[in-house]
């Protein structure tokens, strides 16, 4: 039962690299999401796909972008790093619909920008 | 947009003791979900409780029920029988039911539950 897989688990990154976070679930959910958290705060909105073939910004995109390759698959782009992108970033994704919207979660990608 | 408040910072309980943590949420919607989710060391986001707003039942899972009061926007949550296990940070979020909630969560910034041996 993998349900939703990020990659990489952790990262280290210098201020303006690159890099992108990978997100994939088995559950054949339509919407995805990606959501950063920082110390002291809940988890933030960056950008979420309702359905493959869309995509829309959260509370906080800027900085980032995103790419929903195919259904399974929501990738979070990084295009130059900076301190402030410190964070721990989750992936989920769920099945939109009055009896199901419930958010699945990945693991977390713990992400240090010096 | 919508907002999600948790009041407490840190909450602490005996083992086997009942606790409630505290939720409050604004939306002009009248049509939403909310849920409970915990968060132990590990760091994974397990989903705790959901309920509807369309629906009056409280809902319940085994030993956590919650006490929604739509009109007061209010939403908490109460372990019964704390075990160890329980410590964790809890979050309290909202969705919107327009869409069938595709849009994203929105939380709280969590409370720090404490379980006293």
């Known amino acids: 039962n993998a349900g939703v897989t990020q990659t990489p688990k952790f990262q280290v990154l210098k201020t303006g690299q690159s890099m992108t976070l990978q997100c994939a679930q088995d559950?054949?959910?339509?919407?995805m999401y990606w959501y950063r958290q920082d110390p002291g705060m809940g988890l933030r909105l960056i950008y979420y796909s309702a359905s493959e073939g869309t995509t829309d910004k959260g509370e906080v995109p800027n900085g980032y972008n995103v790419s929903r390759l195919n259904k399974r698959e929501f990738s979070l782009r990084l295009e130059s790093a900076a301190p402030s992108q410190t964070s721990v970033y989750f992936c989920a994704s769920s099945e939109p619909g009055r009896s199901k919207n419930i958010q699945y979660f990945g693991a977390g990608t713990r992400l240090s920008v010096l | 947009a919508q907002t999600v408040t948790q009041s407490q910072p840190e909450m602490s309980v005996q083992e086997a003791e009942t606790v409630t943590l505290s939720c409050t949420y604004d939306t002009s919607e009248s049509d939403y979900y909310l849920f409970w989710y915990k968060q132990p060391p590990s760091r994974q986001m397990i989903l705790v409780i959901r309920q509807e707003a369309y629906k009056q039942q409280n809902a319940t899972e085994n030993r956590f029920s919650v006490n929604f009061q739509k009109a007061a926007k209010s939403f908490s949550l109460k372990i019964s029988d704390s075990q160890l296990g329980d410590a964790a940070m809890y979050f309290c979020a909202y969705s919107q039911g327009r869409g069938g909630g595709a849009d994203g969560l929105t939380f709280g910034k969590g409370t720090h539950l404490i379980i006293q041996p």
């Open positions: 559950m054949n959910h339509n919407s």
